[in-house]
């Protein structure tokens, strides 16, 4: 079989090394005659394989010490309820900031718990950019902020932090998480369904600020609890276990390379190439405003959209996957997490240049 470059939005590419390493582990993880798959979570195998993942994480995005790290089930999804459930009483006012399909999920599920204040919304455009943060109205009285980093769908990306004084910032960093540096010490709560840019499918990390756990509204289950897990290790119950190995081997990757300042020159690389031609050529065009354009997900529509499914049909013949946009938005959609080797770009535009001149 001839290169594949796999450009799917999640579940996406992994560290092909990651995948060898896992392959070479996988009847037999370090001479314990197990696969990962088959170990008790308590045993003194996978204690050192999450440990190491803990370990490894908070190294690579320097966790203060004060910030509990979870491994949990439920995807970013089961966030947008346990965020309201433990931070917010049912009087309570919330602000979240619109970018997007993703903000609006989020937004739909808390206002089933507590008072919805939209600080602020990009809508206006189609969500093709970020609100500057002199044009958010926050609500003083507000138990949290949240806003969603990258919006995966849309892709914009925020490039800043908000700076919110002594509310609790929570982002759904879903889709970037890992991506570069962000100073965690300005966060509540950081979350992300590790299917993005960490891992499998079936695993989602929350990164909170210690002082936030604890305070759960009366007849939360015990599940969605941060306190449960927090003072579990996150092994209140079984967590996923394979997707918390994988998770390790991934950041142990990104640690070879040289960690998270390194990778966001490369990510940057590889988002300029494809941004570049796109703006350059008048048979592709972005949407979004140039200094929001979100480095990981890259949606960009043909000048015919008739053409698209030809579009498709043919870049599937090369070997370059999962371009389609999401249904919501239509065109298409290039993601470039970490995992994405500069070459899948630069076959990526070979191919689009080949496929205009051909049809513009
Ligand atoms: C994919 C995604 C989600 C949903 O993740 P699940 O793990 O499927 O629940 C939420 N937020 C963002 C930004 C995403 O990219």
């Known amino acids: 079989m001839s290169k594949i470059y796999n450009f799917s939005a999640g579940p996406a590419v992994l560290p092909k090394e990651v995948l060898e390493v896992a392959k070479s582990e996988m009847l037999d ?9 088959e170990m008790s979570h308590r ?5 050192q394989i999450i ?3 803990e370990t490894d994480l908070r190294d690579l995005l320097a966790i203060p010490s004060n910030y509990k790290v979870l491994f949990l089930q439920g995807g970013a999804h089961l966030q947008f309820s346990m965020i309201p459930l433990n931070l917010a009483g049912e009087a309570s006012q919330v602000d979240y900031i619109n970018t997007g399909i993703w903000s609006k999920k989020a937004i739909d599920e ?9 600080a602020a919304s990009s809508e206006d455009k189609g969500f093709t950019y970020v609100p500057s943060q002199d044009q958010w109205r926050l609500n003083k009285d507000a138990s949290y902020i949240h806003f969603t980093s990258n919006e995966t769908i849309g892709g914009v990306e925020f490039f800043w932090t908000p700076d919110v004084d002594n509310v609790p ?6 889709s970037h998480i890992l991506s570069r540096p962000v100073d965690v ?3 509540g709560i950081i979350y992300a369904g590790a299917q993005k840019n960490i891992g499998p499918a079936g695993l989602a990390i929350v990164i909170i600020r210690e002082d936030l756990i604890g305070h759960a509204r009366n007849n939360t289950p015990t599940m ?3 306190k449960t897990h927090a003072d579990n290790e996150s092994m209140y119950n079984t967590p996923p276990t394979f997707g918390i190995y994988i998770a390790g081997l991934v950041f142990k990757w990104l640690k070879n390379l040289g960690g998270l300042s390194e990778i966001e020159k490369i990510n940057t690389k590889k988002a300029n190439i494809l941004y570049n031609y796109l703006d350059a050529s008048d048979f592709y065009s972005s949407p979004i405003r140039i200094e929001d ?3 990981m997900n890259i949606p960009f529509t043909l000048k015919e959209s008739a053409l698209d499914d030809l579009f498709l049909k043919r870049a599937e013949a090369h070997g370059l996957l999962q371009l389609k946009g999401h249904k919501l938005v239509g065109g298409m959609r290039a993601s470039l997490y970490n995992a994405m080797p500069i070459e899948g770009v630069i076959e990526l535009v070979n191919f689009m240049e080949a496929f205009a001149r051909q049809h513009g």
């Open 224 to 226: 969605l609890d941060f």
């Open 29 to 37: 993880w370090h001479s314990s005659g197990m696969s990962v798959m």
């Open 293 to 295: 354009r979100s480095r």
């Open 51 to 53: 440990n190491e993942a």
């Open 110 to 118: 808390a206002s089933r718990f507590c008072n919805v204040n939209i």
């Open 169 to 174: 910032l929570i982002a759904d960093m879903s």
């Open 43 to 47: 045993g003194k195998e996978f204690f």
């Open 185 to 187: 010490s300005k966060f």
